[in-house]
């Protein structure tokens, strides 16, 4: 999935059911970076941590042996299961459950991937320590996480336009659960060193998005709205404060308009890979 952690304000999970094919295209060029890296092969048993609805479980099961997808909302796993079965694709398993915690037949994955699903660990070396666990020797653990709010122009666009007509949410700090827990590349190596993993590689990518997937400024401030971001920065403003918000960021959106694609900003994530050798 992607950025849908349970029972706390950044809980997405019904917009990302009723937008799930919106989210998909937005996220479409992270899930390309992961399956370059990956490499998955026709072999390889793979879980997909945090996997939202289920596309890119489905997408690995299309290329591996087996594919798992594992979530903490229900919500978002009946959409997989729906949607592997309309594809025909019947070596996929959705499972509800925390990856941090559950207990993950040892040594029973060949990879390990998320995107944007390990931010949110309450203690994020036992989350990956019990990854690392559940891989078997030489598996591989590939994942995409936000870099820190400045290299995000798709929050700060829309931010600095609100910001003038409400006050702005706390997004989280690093190394505290959240988006940009593992923004610090010094601290995320550090877990990931901690958790027992070698060969780590932390590359800096940078893709653009389209948000909401495309279409017009005005499907894209109502896709906007709808997302746990927008619902933090706006539910708590008086109704004129809100209008005027909501007005500006459509201003500013339309600076980053593309005809025939949508409103198109750039990102700032970390790509890694790392193995586990003992």
């Known amino acids: 999935m992607s950025d849908t952690p349970a029972d706390d304000g950044w809980d997405e999970a019904a917009h990302w059911v009723t937008e799930a094919d919106r989210y998909d295209e937005q996220l479409s060029p992270f899930t390309s970076l992961l399956f370059e890296r990956l490499g998955l092969g026709p072999h390889d048993i793979v879980l997909d941590v945090g996997c939202g609805c289920g596309a890119i479980t489905i ?18 796993l009946d959409v997989g299961r729906r949607r592997a079965e309309a594809a025909g694709v019947a070596n996929v398993e959705f499972v509800h459950a925390d990856a941090s ?84 590349r010094d601290h995320l190596s550090s877990v990931l060193l901690a958790a027992g993993f070698t060969n780590i590689e932390i ?59 949508g409103v198109v900003l750039g990102t700032g994530v970390w790509l890694v890979g790392a193995s586990r050798t003992i």
Not at 220 to 245: H, K, Q
């Open 203 to 261: 590359e800096p990518v940078s893709p653009t998005i389209t948000l909401g997937g495309g279409g017009g400024l005005d499907d894209t401030i109502e896709f906007m709205l709808g997302t746990g971001i927008a619902r933090a920065l706006l539910n708590s403003a008086e109704p004129d404060a809100r209008r005027r918000a909501i007005d500006a960021m459509a201003d500013a959106f339309a600076d980053y308009y593309v005809p025939d694609r």
């Open 59 to 76: 997408d690995a099961g299309r290329r591996a042996a087996a594919a798992v997808g594992v979530d903490v909302s229900d919500a978002v």
């Open 101 to 184: 915690r559950h207990a993950f037949t040892a040594g029973g994955f060949d990879a390990i991937f998320s995107r944007f699903g390990v931010m949110f660990f309450d203690d994020p070396v036992g989350a990956f320590i019990n990854l690392r666990c559940a891989l078997r020797v030489g598996g591989r653990l590939v994942f995409v996480c936000w870099q820190g709010l400045e290299a995000n122009q798709w929050l700060l666009v829309p931010g600095a336009a609100a910001a003038a007509h409400v006050a702005l949410p706390a997004l989280g700090d690093s190394g505290a659960p959240g988006m940009f827990s593992l923004a610090n």
